[in-house]
């Protein structure tokens, strides 16, 4: 096994050790709410918005983007769990921001390797057995933070299995502060009827 699965073993058995109670959590999250964020690791959703476990529902994508898969946790979250706020909170500083839906698929296309990026962008290794697929894929890549933000808010606020009533809040996370930065614009397009 690798070192890293080895970690994730060691770090379970301690975890375990000191698991108490928390088998007795309900299903739905005590506090009623659910956080749409990023999937970076410098994000500890559970430090930055004061959660436990068993409080929230926390889900993770590339950008905190609101993709059709997000949306329908978010109506499983709300519909079967019972919340009854959601937040959509993206952050500075995001790889998102450094690519684009036409990049991705041409590094794809080159190679299925991991990619380098320098100063002056992304480069494949182009060592064959790439795939056409990705060029057919919407990346939901940022050129602007505060505008996805709105744009996701608003997409999910549109969709017609969401309720009216559920308020959604955006926000911008700051990697260097750690500071939770409200996008009024977003919040007011989320703002319950």
């Not at 994730?8 to 088998?23: E, L, Q, R, T």
């Not at 506090?31 to 959703?45: G, H, S, Y």
Request: glycine residues 10%; aromatic residues 8%; proline residues 3%.
């Amino acid at each position: 096994m690798s070192d890293t699965v080895n970690e994730v073993i060691s770090a379970n058995a301690d975890y375990v050790a000191n698991f108490g109670d928390k088998g007795d959590l309900p299903m739905p999250p005590g506090r009623q709410f659910a956080i749409l964020t990023c999937m970076d690791a410098r994000l500890d959703p559970a430090k930055y918005a004061g959660l436990a476990e068993g409080d929230a529902h926390v889900i993770r994508n590339a950008g905190g983007r609101a993709s059709d898969d997000a949306i329908r946790s978010l109506v499983i979250s709300y519909k079967l769990l019972g919340t009854k706020e959601w937040f959509v909170i993206h952050h500075t500083e995001c790889g998102m921001e450094t690519f684009t839906t036409e990049i991705m698929g041409n590094l794809l296309s080159g190679s299925l390797k991991t990619s380098s990026v320098d100063a002056s962008g992304w480069h494949d290794s182009n060592a064959g057995g790439g795939t056409s697929d990705g060029k057919y894929i919407n990346w939901l890549t940022i050129s602007d933070q505060e505008k996805s933000v709105v744009e996701d808010v608003q997409r999910i606020r549109s969709n017609s299995m969401v309720p009216g009533d559920i308020p959604i809040y955006g926000y911008i996370y700051d990697c260097k502060t750690g500071n939770l930065n409200e996008v009024s614009e977003a919040t007011k397009a989320g703002k319950a009827i």
